[in-house]
């Protein structure tokens, strides 16, 4: 088993996104442990090619530029498999092959015995107010408790970053916000930088870090953010 | 006005046609499959009044059981659909594991998705003059390398253990397999779960077994066994790749089924019966391993392992298909070779003087083959095209699709070994005095070709957005000017693509053609299996490369018609479109 990851800053270095010829996106930042930064824009303006580009995800159509640091390694040229960057999406994404614990026991890295691993994830689900649900298929579960599983199964994988695609966007409006506090809140216990992109305000007010605003090409005439 | 509406409105003709399609073509299907397993059952016992046959006995089990080398028969059947399933399955799940949301991936698809029109016996034909001792593989290894001055002594095709009927099944299985999969990943989220898996750690091979196939795996269920239930009982390979001392045992059949012998048709009765058990056999014992590996894996696709073979699943994934798609392309030019050449001693690698010869001696014999396999395939075509369309239309009429289990019966002449129904049928045929000819060949195809037709396009045509038609009957329209004037034109592409599949598969049948047409109408397909036991190498590459070039000038066609369309279309509002750079 690791040892508990020491938290490290998520550094993005001068990031430059293309389509085309046409620049979406580009980014210079510096996200500290345990710090969550919002990216914000209107749909269509790159969010979730930056996330893509960031997890090692980039469709070819899209080139880029630039280097991503964790602490003082580059991950940028690694495969996705070996960044550790705890991708959550816009919908839980639960494997309806597995049971809610064999969900869990997925992100759980290999080693120990089966009772230990079965016991982790009966932790996990001891902590978000799941106890007894192991065995139970993933789509009887609520909406709520369904992202709840996601995200123990994202931490369980040990991640020493988080990224954030707009996993609150589906949910009831009661709901998204006790999710969002249990998300931000369990991001920065574990000390992990935090990059979260959505389009509601209500998400960058409640992250309560920096918030960097993205506009469209049309929307800025003439700026190109590339230039910048 | 407002009462006249609260009436309730009766459909309209085109409405109540298409509620009916679904019915017939169930009905189309089922009738002939379950008739002819019924039309062999009571020969098989010795009960056939028009030859004679009034009493019930076991003696035609009896005779089967005493020939000579059944045991090898049922054996190789068994082993080459079962042997060349796992193979064909292997190389694409391992390729995709390996490939998938790659350069290498898209490649690929283009590549293979040309080769899957070739007909099964043209390929084999292909294969076996490539491997063949005097081959033109040994020819290029000859002398320099293999030190061969003489064409080398080994068996190929027909050596005993089938492996060339095994090598020629997995060239045509695969593609097939790999474009069944390609069409299911999007309907099991296999991008999203192959990030999710990624993300946390997985390496690509290990994420997509742990959490792509166990989604993936039975969507394609259905075409695996057709895979296993066409390797363990078809003829034309069998035949032409197939050892023949024994044979495998539905060529033993056919055999039996076709010889002039009336009185063996008590045991071709039987021997289609045994095919039947032998196909069953061969997918219950698929289903059992299916079972013991589902309960084995569990456990393992949550060990949290997540690097395993990936070098090796990479390098094999790669270098199988890889092979696979030279050796296809090796056999086409192949057969370009043989048909162009006149003299061609061992081991020379191209043959010299080179010349159309061939081709116009053929040319005399060609005309009537040719003109019936366009006719039938044409006929069997059109006739699959309207049941699917119409129960594809049924479906967005009743807003639900086909149950499983009308979809099980879609599949299901390609479940049931051919030589077992359709031998039944022509026992009908015979009892009743029904003519053997052009239409029930006719009809025998479709049973093929439907399938396959529906599977084409039944993705695209449940895809269309419903909003069009929405549209179109809020601006008044009825649903048969909907469908004529909105979805048809819309659908024009896909519907070209699945009539060109369904015309390939056509082209390509063998059995029906030689048991329904009672062996007097001749298509290229059948000419060219029976040439292919014969001496002749340049007629048969002729033959078998006309039969594979019908299907190919049918997908240049679905492929190449509608962007004609288009650029006609387009000159006329060149005008109106804003110039973009």
Known sequence: ?????????????????HQAERC???????????????????????????LAFLAGFLASTFSASGQVWLGNSEISALPAERRRLGLLFQDPLLFPHLSVGGNLAFGIPHGGSKRQRHAKAEQALADIGLTGFANRNPETLSGGQRARVALMRVLLAEPRAMLLDEPFSRLDAALREEIRQLVFKRARDKGLPTLLVTHDQADAKAAGGPVIELTTHKNAAGSDPCGV | MAAANLTPVTPGVFTRLIRLMPVVTLGLLTLPVVAGLAGIIAPALGWLPALGGESLSLAPWQALGQTPGLGKMISLSLTSGLISAALSLAIVLLFIAAFMETAVFRLVRGLLSPLLAVP??????????????????????????????????????????????????????????????????????????????????????????????????????????????????????????????????????MRWQTDPDLSLRFLASAGALLQLGVTAAALIIWWLIEQLLASLLTCWRINGKRHQAEQLSRWLGGSLIAALIFLLSAALIGLAMWSVATWWPFPAAWPSPVSLGTWQQATTTLGEPFRHTLSIGFAATALAMVLVIGCLEAETLRTRALSSSAITIIYLPLLIPPVAFLYGLTQWQVQFGLSAGWLAVVLGHTLFVLPYVFLSLSESYRRLDPRWSQLGAALGAKPSRVFWQIKLPLMAAPIGVAA??????????????????????????????????????????VYALTQLTLPALGFALALGLPRLLRQRRSPRHKKHRPLSA
Not at chain 2, 179 to 188: G, R, T, Y
Not at chain 2, 192 to 199: I, N, P
Not at chain 2, 522 to 532: C, G, Q
Request: neutral net charge; aromatic residues 6%; contains cysteine.
């Open chain 1, 1 to 17: 088993m690791f040892d508990p990851p020491t938290p490290d800053a998520l550094i993005l270095e001068q990031i430059s996104i």
């Open chain 1, 24 to 50: 979406l996106i580009a980014l210079n930042t510096r996200i500290e442990p345990g710090e969550i930064l919002t990216i914000m824009g209107p749909s269509g303006v790159g969010k979730s090619t930056l």
């Open chain 2, 120 to 253: 099964h016996s043209a390929a084999a034909i292909g294969v076996a003059f490539l491997l063949a001792p005097s081959g033109l593989a040994s020819r290029l290894l000859s002398p320099w390398a293999s030190g061969w001055a003489q064409p080398p002594d080994y068996l190929f095709p027909g050596d005993p253990f089938g492996l060339a009927l095994i090598s020629g099944l997995v060239l045509k299985e695969t593609p097939f397999l790999l474009l069944m999969c390609l069409a299911a990943l999007p309907q099991c989220q296999a991008s999203q779960r192959l990030k999710v898996a990624r993300s946390m750690g997985y390496s690509p091979a290990s994420a997509f077994t742990k959490a792509v196939l166990p989604g993936l795996y039975p969507l394609i269920r259905l075409p695996v066994y057709a895979v296993i239930a066409f390797a363990s009982a078809n003829v034309d390979v069998a035949i032409i790749l197939g050892p023949s001392t024994p044979p495998t045992l539905p060529v033993a059949v």
């Open chain 2, 500 to 541: 060109a599949v369904g015309f390939a598969v056509s082209v390509g049948q063998y059995l029906p053609t030689i048991l329904l047409g009672a062996g007097r109408l001749a298509t290229l397909t059948t000419d060219a299996v029976a040439l292919s036991s014969g001496g002749d190498r340049r007629l048969t590459a």
